[in-house]
């Protein structure tokens, strides 16, 4: 079996006592989710998730130390080919919004309205250890 790994953040921002989650639409569907994309060579997972961050919607973040989540699932159906996802918390630094080509949407909700916004189960899943870790 093939396996294939990607990384990304859960991107967060501070309104008064209010934290948003960032989520994302790309261009090819009509789901909604996490910045993300595949680790390049000599890339750590890190590195790949603000990289990916960036390209995609050019924000500047900070990860938060003590947080690393994966959630894995099978691209195809015949499970020939696993994918690992790792995830960060990304709090943002700078605020102006540039889209890349590659997004159709995206949008700032509060945990209730991402819960309900989100489009996978695992995506769910994380958003919400992400919410605890935050409220710890």
């Not at 008064?16 to 569907?29: A, P, T, V, Y």
């Not at 910045?35 to 919607?57: C, F, V, W």
Request: aromatic share 14%.
């Amino acid at each position: 079996m093939k396996t294939e790994k990607s990384c990304g953040g859960i991107v967060f921002r501070k309104i008064g006592w209010n934290i948003e989650f960032l989520i994302i639409q790309q261009k090819q569907g009509s789901h909604w989710f996490f910045p993300k994309g595949h680790i390049e060579d000599n890339e750590s997972e890190e590195q790949t998730a603000l990289r990916e961050i960036y390209e995609e919607t050019w924000f500047h973040v900070d990860i938060l130390p003590g947080f690393r989540e994966i959630f894995s699932y099978y691209i195809d159906d015949t499970k020939s080919i696993e994918k690992n996802v790792v995830f960060f918390i990304c709090e943002i630094v700078s605020w102006q919004l540039i889209m890349s080509d590659e997004l159709q949407n995206c949008m700032w909700l509060d945990y209730e309205q991402a819960m309900k916004t989100l489009t996978h189960d695992n995506s769910k899943a994380v958003l919400t250890k992400a919410y605890n870790f935050l409220s710890l």
